[in-house]
């Protein structure tokens, strides 16, 4: 039997777990799944616990936190830490680089671009290579020793790669957290009554100054390096241009951003900030900016500081996401489930490049969180493609005749009453099929493009026939004649008739989107998908117990028990069996040998715009050849699909690997199986 020597396996540990990280996150190109990472941490871990003495400073270990700290201690800068003075439009960009060549009297001169990250500025300490001292940028003079929670920053490397770095140098850049942790964090925060984060750069700040260090590595936070400070350069001449210097660190195996670019003149400078701009919405990552920097270092010592800011950089401001309004009212909304939403009507205002009216509030806790009152200056954010959210009430401005939120004791739609589950932040209306607002919101999700894809209903004119008493259910629909329609206002023969024509042909469908159009909680289309897959007939699912459809992919207890309720209930099940009445039909499944078929075993995931087929075929051509089709992407797909303006989806699959095919490589991947 061979004996593992310790020290010689925890080299090999050490050395695979700093390149993982290294190809994550310097190189942009992961090699290994999230587990198997861990696997190789916790091996390292036990060796290291059992041998003690073979522990080093820089051992990846380190990167799970430590001992928490009684406070923080002060570190006094080696060279000031500097702000950058702030661009808001192209003509103060223009002075901005006019100063310049009358300052260093030099024209021609190339610029440094990249994104300005919203999270905070830190300076690293490396000695020999060993990161040895971490510190916030706190008044630019003096920061707080973080380095116990810098080391549990996978992005930052314990020590620099490669054997040509300066013996002392000091590489600046910024700690943020990319929005995939901050939802995470945000979301479970929310569904357990606690506090959420207002933004990435408050949590990014909030898990920064944690005096435990395991709270820090448990928070997902990742690092960009844009400089260096004081750097001793023994035989190491460094770049004599900024962008040559951020290579530099990066071949040392510090992270860049990707986004860095060189560029000639101020319309180069412009046309980058306007292309991150339009491109902010696809990073994974809040920025407020675009940072420019004149490239040349003998340029930059020309052109020197003014106050606290080199005169040879500017941050080149996107317009505020941020505005502060008023809180004129507060609905509440029912959705399909009957959750009811409190949604803030406020006076509208310019945000982010567009006017905003309405913000979510959540949920109860939340508006007892944030303190608000109607009446109250509100401050609004809107991020991204995000719902624009209440960050904070300005309650110092707050007027003597504000009024408080009343949450509703009974549905704002039926009178029913309002229920709140143990565990449950969200409240509910118990009305059911009841509650017309459910009803509503029941019939448009069965019409909506991914369900029966009925052209021509709209959620106008679902409300209009609700509201008529025209129809009660989906299975309604069916029942609908030129009569009936013809009596509603706006309605003329013409689009009556496609009306009826679009019900007729959407009478032909699939199993899963007949499941997926029943709205049943939490059973979206890749679930739907797969309980028609594994099931083949309906009568199988409504037969099955809650134990039998946890076996399906996807379908964990609460899924199974909203399912399970959901088919017992008397006017559920009359609702289907009159929609298989009235003609509702999908093609059998056939029972193939499924371990033959070619993406057996296989997870895909489809996002953004498909052109060709959509999202809906392309799925079922996916399930069809034996892969399953899930919602969101983990570091067990196989394959990501991502059609136009694919958004988070993509970043996460090429942060964590994930191969990727366009819609024309779907197409072709697709054509060798017909
Ligand atoms: O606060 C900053 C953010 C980004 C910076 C900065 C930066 O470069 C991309 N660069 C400098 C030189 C300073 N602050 C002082």
Redo the contacts with the bound molecule.
């Keep these: 039997m061979s004996t593992v020597n310790p020290r010689q396996r925890l080299d090999v540990l050490c050395q695979l777990l700093n390149d993982y990280n290294h190809q994550y996150y310097v190189l942009d190109n992961p090699t290994v799944p999230d587990v198997e990472y861990d696997r190789l941490m916790r091996e390292l871990q036990s060796i290291e616990h059992d041998n003690p003495e073979l522990k080093v400073a820089t051992s990846p270990s380190q990167r799970v936190g430590g001992e928490a700290l009684a406070s923080f201690s002060q570190i006094t800068h080696l060279k000031p ?4 003075d702030n661009a808001f439009s192209d003509d103060e960009m223009q002075n901005f680089v006019r100063r310049l060549e009358e300052r260093t009297g030099r024209s021609n001169d190339v610029f440094c671009c ?4 919203d999270g905070l ?1 830190v300076s690293l300490l490396y000695v020999d290579g060993v990161l040895t001292r971490a510190a916030t ?1 706190g008044d630019g003079l003096v920061g707080e020793d973080i380095t116990q929670n810098v080391k549990t920053i996978k992005a930052i490397p314990l020590q620099l790669r490669g054997d040509d770095f300066p013996q002392r140098i000091e590489i ?3 700690v943020f957290m990319p929005f995939a942790a901050f939802n995470g964090i945000n979301e479970r925060a929310i569904a357990h009554g606690e506090k959420a984060f207002a933004n990435p750069r408050n949590a990014a700040a909030g898990s920064l100054r944690q005096l435990d260090s395991k709270i820090t590595a448990s928070r997902g936070l990742s690092f960009y390096a ?2 260096t400070g004081v750097v001793e350069l023994e035989n190491t001449p460094m770049s004599d241009h900024h962008y040559g210097q951020l290579q530099q660190l990066k071949g040392w195996g510090v992270p860049v ?1 990707p986004e860095v670019k060189q560029v000639k003149n101020l319309a180069d400078m412009i046309a980058y900030y306007q292309d991150i701009l339009n491109r902010r919405s696809e990073l994974a990552y809040e920025i407020d900016g675009v ?1 420019n ?1 004149l490239d040349s270092i003998q340029g930059q010592d020309k052109a020197g500081f003014v106050a606290k ?2 005169r040879w ?1 500017i ?1 080149y401001k996107f317009p505020a996401q941020e505005e502060m309004t008023t809180l004129l009212d507060v609905d509440f909304q029912v959705g399909r489930t009957g959750s009811i939403t409190p949604v803030a009507r406020l006076e509208p205002v310019f945000v982010g490049g567009v006017t905003v009216s309405n913000a979510t509030l959540h949920n109860k806790d939340e508006i007892e969180r944030l303190g608000v009152k109607i009446g109250d200056k509100v401050i609004i954010r809107r991020a991204g493609d995000v719902i624009p959210q209440i960050v904070s009430a300005v309650v110092a401005q707050r007027p003597n005749d504000t009024r408080d939120i009343e949450f509703p004791s009974t549905c704002p739609e039926c009178d029913s009453a309002i229920e709140r589950l143990e565990g449950e932040a969200v409240a509910r209306c118990i009305g059911g099929l009841v509650c017309g607002a459910q009803r509503k919101e029941a019939i448009k999700h069965f019409s909506s493009r991914k369900a029966f894809d009925i052209d021509g209903l709209g959620d106008k004119l679902v409300e209009q026939l609700v509201d008529e008493d025209m129809i009660n259910t989906p299975s309604d629909l069916f029942s609908l004649t030129q009569e009936h329609l013809l009596t509603l206002e706006r309605m003329g023969e013409k689009k009556a008739q496609k009306l009826l024509s679009a019900l007729e042909a959407s009478k032909s469908t699939t199993l899963a989107k007949f499941i997926y159009s029943l709205g049943i909680r939490e059973v979206g289309e890749a679930t739907a998908s797969n309980l028609a897959q594994f099931f083949k007939t309906l009568d199988k699912i409504k037969a099955a117990s809650v134990s039998r459809l946890t076996d399906v992919d996807d379908v964990g207890e609460i899924v199974a028990k909203h399912l399970y309720y959901f088919l017992k209930q008397p006017h559920n099940l009359a609702v289907i069996n009159s929609l298989i009445e009235a003609g509702i039909h999908w093609s059998v499944i056939e029972e193939k040998d499924a371990s033959a078929l070619p993406l057996v075993g296989q997870t895909w995931v489809i996002t953004g715009t498909l052109h060709t087929m959509g999202r809906s075929e392309a799925k079922e051509k996916i399930s069809a050849l034996g892969a399953k089709v899930a919602g969101s992407v983990s570091a067990k797909t196989t394959m990501l699909v991502a059609g136009e303006k694919a958004g988070s989806k993509l970043t996460k699959a090429t942060e964590l690997g994930v191969k990727t095919l366009d819609e024309d490589g779907l197409i072709s991947f697709l054509a060798q199986f017909e």
């Design positions: 830490m500097l702000s950058l990249e994104p300005k990250l500025a940028r600046r850049g910024e844009y400089s951003s940072v920097k800011a080199p950089a941050a």
